[in-house]
């Protein structure tokens, strides 16, 4: 069989699965303008595949027919998420508050899509090169319809705001020469520790003389590139949701998942400890004894020196710089609309809103006027530790739930916005 056959009949099959879910009732017109994008590029591989036939030049179709499969490889995952996305498990009174949100944060040609997915930890795909702007977040399928955990979704948006906004600044350039330069000032700290690893580096003048120096080094700046954008990502869910953050974030991942920490993460309780610093920060109250409902995983052992030595390195600077990256996220959310607990007197009006929602859920009742998500949300949570008192019997966690959603609805018609432009 001739490969031309294969890549045709592939796509044929993606094609008609395309057209399939086109049948679908979609309830928002992100996913039907993801769908369409992807439909046109399928379009444009037909076109190329119908140009060739069986006696064209072998290395040309070898082209085609792999730039073809790489198409099905890198986007049926994308089609799989459209049609999860219009599943009824998915709670969607969510999705037009965080879509306001997303538009808020990362300019009006967001488009964010949210489905249920059976990965444990909530997930984002970005910066997709067919898909550009496109924002697709995954939320674990047993939790799709609590909208209690719904300000982890900020952590997602806030790796959506480092790749859209911070990783294409001048202050991103400056941030990784401070970072570069924390882990070099470290190494010649440690110098005598350093060189039995690297022999080969002869002074410390030389760490960045040659490729061959810099790869000694590297992976640490990688990690610690990456450990700072899950602080980041961490204080942009803070700083949009309150409280309610660190609620949703322990809810998920309290105390810790056993084995060997991941080394692009911060371990659990830095994590959390630079989380407490930015509630400070931000001007707000974490929930008594936070830190204690979480542990770190191992850390590297000795048998493998070389890596314990970089990823404490990558520790150090990543720790040494959160403190910039807590200003940072703050300074990027600084706007008309996001709340903003720094204020005494904001803090306060805050603080009587959540109370105000709190009692109405007390009475059984959507509250009206909340202002925003976030208000809800705390309040959620506020409702959630303290039990409904007219409700006692095993449902009133399903019944938190729909007031919360129902809340969400009413804040949508009570915006003067039209829910799509």
Same mark, same amino acid.
């Given at each position: ?5 294969? !890549? ?34 399928? !379009? ?81 795909? /970005?910066?997709?090169?067919? &898909? ?32 859209? =906004? ?9 941030? *990784?020469?401070? &970072? =570069? ?48 954008? =899950? ?18 974030? !322990? ?27 930015? !509630? ?8 008594? *004894? ?10 590297? /052992? ?7 030595? &970089? ?15 807590? /200003? ?29 929602? *709190? ?57 003067? *916005?039209?829910?799509?432009?």
């Amino acid at each position: 069989m001739h490969p031309l056959f294969f !890549a045709k009949q592939r796509l044929a099959a993606f094609r008609e699965e395309l057209e399939r879910l086109e049948r679908s009732e979609f309830p928002y017109p992100a996913a039907e303008a993801a769908l369409r994008r992807i439909k046109e590029v399928c !379009a444009q591989q037909v076109s190329a595949l119908e140009l060739l036939v069986e006696g064209s030049d072998p290395k040309t179709i070898a082209k085609y027919c792999k730039e073809q499969l790489l198409f099905l490889w890198d986007y049926l995952p994308f089609l799989g998420f459209i049609l999860r996305s219009t599943n009824v498990r998915n709670a969607f009174e969510i999705y037009t508050p965080l879509q306001r949100l997303a538009w808020r944060i990362l300019g009006p040609d967001a488009q964010l899509l949210l489905s249920s997915e059976w990965y444990y930890s909530p997930f984002i795909y /970005t910066q997709v090169p067919l &898909l550009p702007r496109f924002v697709f977040i995954g939320v674990p399928a047993h939790e799709s319809g609590n909208p209690l955990i719904v300000p982890v979704a900020g952590h997602e948006l806030g790796h959506a705001l480092w790749a859209e =906004e911070v990783e294409k600044s001048l202050w991103n350039a400056a941030f *990784n020469r401070r &970072l =570069e330069a924390a882990i070099l000032g470290k190494i010649r700290a440690q110098w005598s520790g350093f060189h039995k690893l690297h022999p080969e580096v002869v002074k410390p003048e030389d760490l960045n003389a040659t490729w061959v120096d810099i790869a000694t080094w590297a992976p640490a700046f990688t990690w610690a590139k990456r450990q700072s954008e =899950e602080y980041f990502c961490d204080f942009v869910g803070l700083r949009l949701f309150g409280e309610s953050y660190l609620y949703a974030f !322990a809810h998920l991942l309290s105390p810790v998942l056993e084995g060997r920490r991941t080394l692009h993460y911060p371990n659990m309780l830095r994590r959390v400890r630079f989380q407490l610093q930015a !509630a400070r920060q931000y001007g707000i109250t974490p929930p008594a *004894n936070y830190e204690t409902w979480f542990q770190d995983q191992d850390e590297p /052992t000795d048998d493998d020196r070389h890596e314990k030595f &970089l990823v404490g390195l990558a520790d150090s600077a990543a720790d040494e710089l959160a403190p910039e990256l807590i /200003t940072h996220a703050s300074s990027l959310l600084h706007q008309p609309g996001l709340p903003d607990w720094r204020d005494e007197e904001q803090r306060q009006k805050h603080i009587a809103i959540v109370q105000r929602i *709190n009692d109405d859920f007390a009475l059984v009742a959507p509250a009206e006027s909340t202002g925003n998500i976030a208000h809800i949300l705390n309040a959620g949570w506020k409702a959630a530790l303290s039990g409904i008192p007219q409700v006692v019997n095993h449902s009133s966690e399903k019944v938190l739930r729909e007031l919360v959603l129902k809340s969400l609805d009413v804040l949508e018609f009570e915006s003067k *916005n039209p829910p799509f432009p």
